[in-house]
T-cell receptor
Framework: QKEVEQDPGPLSVPEGAIVSLNCTYS??????FMWYRQYSRKGPELLMYTYSSGNKEDGRFTAQVDKSSKYISLFIRDSQPSDSATYLC??????????FGKGTKLSVKP | EADIYQTPRYLVIGTGKKITLECSQTMGHDKMYWYQQDPGMELHLIHY???????EKGDLSSESTVSRIRTEHFPLTLESARPSHTSQYLC?????????????FGDGTRLSIL
């Protein structure tokens, strides 16, 4: 079993839709959780960072962590064509190194 | 916005050449990382450094080497490039306050070995 599982998609939604992106992980020792956005031919850009169970909101983005289920989600409200990108979850343990999911490719159609 | 720079952005070069990929950051971060990213695959850590004169191999075996002589600079070298080295290479850095710091990435070097 891989340490981090993420559905690669692709996911296509109409503009204005609510998008839900998810990852599962296997090691309960993982302590902190991140979401990155990566546009084509660019490096990953940090979107959200959290280390506790529950929700964290930043504008149209909400990160949700459920440690009991080892499940993390990123919700995007009122999605825009500019949100079209690949979204990577990243999960970290105590040693400081991150383990990344494969990324979900999202396309928001006008 | 993170200040981490990678050069060159694109490189097409023949087999057997020696290659150095440059990575510099202006944030004073202690920790720096090199990842390999292939289409549709996870980022794989190939090297990391906790500070000057510290280098460690990552989870993915790599024929490349790295050095960390200055805090801001973390170059990656391939002594003799092969087609199997064709990939995107991403450099990242993170701050010194404990391990729980997010990593900030450069825009990568897309390497193609003919």
């Amino acid at each position: 079993q891989k340490e981090v599982e993420q559905d690669p998609g692709p996911l296509s939604v109409p503009e204005g839709a609510i998008v839900s992106l998810n990852c599962t992980y296997s090691n309960s020792a993982f302590q902190y959780f991140m979401w990155y956005r990566q546009y084509s031919r660019k490096g990953p850009e940090l979107l959200m960072y959290t280390y506790s169970s529950g929700n964290k909101e930043d504008g149209r983005f909400t990160a949700q962590v459920d440690k009991s289920s080892k499940y993390i989600s990123l919700f995007i409200r009122d999605s825009q064509p500019s949100d079209s990108a690949t979204y990577l979850c990243a999960i970290g343990g105590s040693q400081g190194n991150l383990i990344f999911g494969k990324g979900t490719k999202l396309s928001v159609k006008p | 916005e993170a200040d981490i720079y990678q050069t060159p952005r694109y490189l097409v070069i023949g087999t057997g050449k020696k290659i150095t990929l440059e990575c510099s950051q202006t944030m004073g971060h202690d920790k720096m990382y090199w990842y390999q990213q292939d289409p549709g695959m996870e980022l794989h850590l190939i090297h990391y450094s906790y500070g000057v004169n510290s280098t460690e191999k990552g989870d993915l075996s790599s024929e490349s080497t790295v050095s960390r002589i200055r805090t801001e600079h973390f170059p990656l070298t391939l002594e003799s490039a092969r087609p199997s080295h064709t990939s995107q290479y991403l450099c990242a850095s993170s701050g010194r306050d404990g391990y729980n710091q997010p990593q900030h990435f450069g825009d990568g070097t897309r390497l193609s070995i003919l």
